[in-house]
């Protein structure tokens, strides 16, 4: 079935099966690896892409079902002359990530969280954010980097890591 | 933190390399490859844990829409199938029997993800289902059934050779032993005794196994896989398909963790294999539910005795480690020998009998997991040294202290002696606990420390090109899994040749262009690499005195070098334009290289010793039995740190799956199946398990043989943190557990089971004891 979406701001259409997931069209279909694929059971967030706004577990969401709807991927995320978004830039600053493979979900959620409260809590960060998983960090980092992001968008002045050279 | 600063670029944390492309979506992965013809493969599994196959028969899987061919063990003709770097035990796919249940039995290829997945069941094999062995106590009985019944030779490995796997279960067995053991016990004043349980562990790294092959038509096997270890794949594939090794190529982009789990080979054969078959690009992309069944940790009971004199002093260790090993050796062999090694901990000890055996059962192989054998024996090690400073009266730290080796004493007769200030570590973990000040009721705290042979066998080579206009390549085999290798070879070509780091390159793992390195695991990228780089450099300097000489017709003596050139008279000339001077070429570089074994600064084994120093402060709730993390403190005694904040991030990436282990994961068995093998039923920690406070501390005492006296971190932090638990569960409430995970139902029960009798039973804490309102993670 072909179907139409928005995908990082552009109208888009593809042509899917009807078991097609999101996940595999944006990869396969779309070539938007960033997209990454683990447990595929809603337990890892790895694959979290944004659905009018809201974060979905793209590995068990039928492709279909996006038909109309207004989609971002990692990919979408940078503004129209490559600058990082806030959020990438703290991640890069924070040393948020290892090997990287969560970070697309993870910077999504974030995302998700600071759009709907760009003055979330700790601990609303950390409730938030508890259904992405990430193996190497142990998630101090990205705490740090989605506070970061926070006050960035808050308007406050960026602070750097400790050590971190200027 | 940052350093002394004595450094340009080094000693600095510095954003990584891999910064924007892994921010951005843009990093490329093995499961992200596609390549022009690719064809798909998907794997048919065993249901049972030990059978005969009598007969498979894929004759209608063949003729399914979109299939291309069926690969079985019946149809592997002149390939040899067998491989594995310590035993080539291990068939590429099953070949007349199973071993466990998921063992990968048939492989359909197609033209897609799908059409493979549908033929999977059109698969018709027939099994004579034989007993199984499925743990250590059945696999060693006497007349037990043997898992493989069949010798093995040993595999490119050094030391591994003898594998009597057709008369028995024993994989491998290491014995340490020195002085006198039996009359130490015999005159001690105190012993503590016991029997201890780390589990079987699934890794998770988050992108499972994957491999894309080409085996062309011109005889060239060109292999992209999410392999820690290509050189090692490399040399396994070149003996599988009888080719020299021009003929193999492995190349291995971004890969999404590995913790040990993606050492050495793993589905490549298999992948490479299938290309054979159908002459086309294959990609098998495992799901995380197959990689449950292709690797996990040796799950270890440990039988463990420590003897003290009158005056507090070791005098003697004793332990019987049984390892289980699962179906295929894997690199258990070389767990069970850091096992045995490591056992022995920081302590000075002049009386030590050590046994170590790998067994074969049929369960999923076992193989490496961070910190190679160290977090299975750190657990019953530690918890014994505060069961015994309990028993004999004295703080665990100060027991602790007192029988430290100090820098520069060997723990080992013939090893390199301890190149760390392990005393130091404790007691800056210890302030750092302290500072809490007095202890809540239910909270306990502990500290543990850890020693690992670290570094694997030093065989490490490296090149560096010089380019004409200023930029620098520095061409690694190391394997980028997250830990920050790139980003810190490059800071260390930038500091040697005097250039920003903006102009450094680094060309990765690709087997056809990159140097020889044995493997990316033990902790040794930052030592070995590193400094294989740092020589690199220096010989590339070399060559452009040598040029600067015919340039300038005076002799080295007569001129300064300086970073990132020389100096003569008032002339200066960087190392760029002395380049291109010399060919009155623009575009040319030139070759630094190093070739690193063990000879030298790394004659003496292990290349450093890596120290793991771990504090945790719990908080126990009593009705539930859950644990949660108040404060965690790790310390890592690397020498330098080439990139501190990336040092920090291993260090707590390391503890996290530490205190993962120690109260939540647990591979689980009932019977011949793995019960919980999916990510809905394995708990690993996540974002709110995050402790309270954190402290993460860096000791840089340059001491080790790396780049400006660097050593390796990241799997120290793991070992200690099944103990740290276990101890401060007994100081917060009087209750010894010798299993782990610590999981609340395990707490709870030990709880109701045991009549509280140590230093936490039933204090009343006298502090206010409000929970502190800020957290603060430093």
Not at chain 2, 123 to 141: C, N, Q, T
Not at chain 2, 487 to 494: C, D, E, K, W
Not at chain 2, 539 to 555: D, H, N, R, S, T
Request: overall charge negative; proline content about 5%; charged content about 20%.
């Amino acid at each position: 079935m072909k179907i139409a979406f928005e995908l990082n701001g552009k109208v888009t259409g593809v042509d899917i099966e009807p078991r097609e997931t999101l996940a595999e069209v944006l990869r396969s279909r779309c070539g938007l690896t960033g997209v990454k694929i683990s447990c595929e059971a809603q337990v890892c967030g790895s694959c979290t892409v944004l659905v009018e706004g809201l974060p979905v577990s793209a590995c068990t969401y039928l492709a279909y079902e996006i038909r109309d709807k207004r989609v971002i991927t990692i990919e979408g995320l940078a503004d129209a002359k490559g600058r990082l978004h806030p959020l990438q830039q703290a991640f890069i600053d924070q040393f948020a990530f290892q090997c990287g493979f969560c970070t697309p979900g993870m910077i999504l959620a974030a995302k998700s969280l600071l759009d709907e409260n760009a003055s979330a809590s700790e601990e609303e960060i950390i409730a938030y954010m508890s259904g992405n998983l990430c193996r190497c960090t142990g998630y101090l980092a990205i705490l740090r980097a989605i506070q970061q992001a926070s006050a960035e968008l808050r308007g406050e002045p960026k602070t750097s890591r400790d050590g971190a050279k200027p | 933190m940052s350093g002394p600063n004595e450094f340009a670029v080094v000693n600095h944390s510095v954003p990584r390399a891999d910064g924007v492309a892994k921010v951005t979506g843009s990093a490329v992965y093995t499961s992200d490859i596609t390549v022009e013809r690719m064809a798909w493969a998907k794997l048919l599994r065993s249901p049972f844990a030990h059978a005969k196959i009598l007969s498979i028969d894929a004759s209608e899987a063949r003729r399914q829409p979109g299939v291309i061919d069926v690969l079985t063990g019946d149809d592997l003709g002149s390939i040899h199938p067998y491989y594995g770097h310590a035993v080539k035990d291990h068939p590429l796919l099953a070949i007349g029997k199973v071993r466990y249940v998921g063992e990968p039995v048939a492989a359909v290829i197609a033209e897609n993800e799908w059409s493979a997945q549908e033929a999977l069941e059109k698969i018709k094999v027939e099994y004579e289902e034989l007993p199984a062995v499925l743990d250590v106590d059945s696999a060693l009985a006497p007349n037990a059934t043997l898992v493989h019944g069949m010798d093995y030779i040993g595999g490119a490995f050094r030391g591994f050779d003898d594998f009597p796997g057709g008369k028995e279960n024993i994989c491998q067995s290491v014995h340490v032993e020195w002085g006198d053991v039996d009359a130490a016990f015999a005159a001690a004043a105190h012993v503590a005794e016991g029997e201890f349980y780390f589990p079987m562990i699934y890794a998770y790294a988050m992108e499972p196994y994957v491999a894309v092959a080409d085996y062309d038509a011109k005889g060239q096997l060109t292999v992209h896989s999410s392999a820690q270890h290509p050189f090692m794949v490399r040399h396994d594939l070149a003996e599988v398909f009888d080719l020299p090794l021009n003929s193999v190529r492995v190349i291995v982009p971004f890969v999404g963790g590995g913790y040990g789990s993606k050492s050495y080979t793993k589905i490549e054969p298999l992948t490479a294999a299938c290309s054979w078959k159908v002459s086309r690009p294959v990609k098998l992309q495992l799901s995380v539910e197959e990689a449950f069944l292709t690797t996990r940790s040796d799950d270890a009971r440990v039988r463990i005795r420590t003897a003290v004199d009158s005056e507090g002093k070791l005098t003697a260790k004793q332990a019987l480690i049984h390892l289980n090993t699962g179906a295929y050796a894997e690199n258990s062999p070389m767990v069970c020998r850091k096992a045995a090694n490591r056992i022995v901990g920081p302590y000075r000890f002049p009386n030590v009998r050590i046994d170590c055996v790998a067994i074969y059962t049929n369960t999923v192989p076992a193989s490496s997991y961070r910190g190679l054998g160290a977090a299975q024996i750190t657990f019953p090690v530690e918890s014994q040294m505060d069961e015994l400073a309990h028993k004999i009266g004295c703080d665990p730290q100060e027991f602790r202290l007192r029988n430290l080796a100090r820098s520069g004493e060997s723990i080992h007769p013939g090893l390199r002696p301890i190149d760390a200030d392990v005393p130091g570590d404790i007691r800056l973990a210890d302030e750092v606990l302290r500072s809490n000040g007095a202890l809540e009721p239910k909270h306990g705290r502990s500290v543990c420390c850890s020693a690992s042979d670290a570094g694997a066998h030093p065989v490490t080579l490296a090149m560096v090109q010089v380019h004409g206009d200023g930029s620098v390549s520095v061409l690694s085999g190391s394997t980028e899994i997250g830990q920050g290798s790139h980003t810190v070879l490059m800071q260390i070509a930038a500091e040697e040749m005097g250039v920003p780091l903006e102009k450094v390159r680094l060309v990765g793992s690709d087997t056809a262009v990159t140097l020889f390195e044995r493997s990316t695991g033990a902790s040794r990228t930052t030592t070995l690499m590193g400094r294989a780089v740092l020589e690199a450099c220096h010989e590339a300097i070399a060559q452009c005195k040598k040029m600067a000489e015919e340039l300038l017709g005076v002799p080295a003596s007569e001129f300064v070098g300086e970073r990132g050139g020389i100096r003569h008279g008032n002339d200066r000339l960087t190392w760029p334009e002395i380049i291109e001077r010399y060919f009155q070429m623009e575009g040319c570089s030139i070759i630094g290289r190093s070739y690193l074994r063990r000879a030298g600064p790394l004659k003496s084994v292990p290349i450093f010793w890596e120290i793991g120093v771990v504090g945790v402060e719990i908080a126990l709730d009593e009705e539930t039995g859950k644990i949660s993390l108040d404060t965690l403190v790790t310390v890592g005694d690397v020498g330098l740190a080439i990139n501190p904040a990336m040092t920090e991030s291993q260090d707590l990436g390391a503890a996290t799956m530490g205190f993962g282990v120690g109260l939540f994961e647990e591979l689980i068995y009932d019977g011949q199946q793995l019960m919980n093998g999916t990510m809905l039923e394995y708990r690993v920690p996540r974002f709110s398990d995050l402790a309270r406070r954190i402290e993460l501390k860096l000791v840089q005492n340059r001491d080790g043989v790396g780049p400006y006296g660097a050593k390796g971190g990241g799997e120290g932090s793991l070992n200690p943190l099944g103990a740290c638990l276990a101890n401060a569960l007994y100081q917060a409430t009087g209750v010894r557990v010798r299993r782990l995970p610590l999981t609340p139902e395990r707490v709870w029960k030990a709880l109701q089971e045991k009549t509280p009798q140590g230093p936490g039973a039933g204090t009343k804490s006298s502090a206010n004891t409000n929970t502190p309102a800020a957290r603060t993670r430093a």
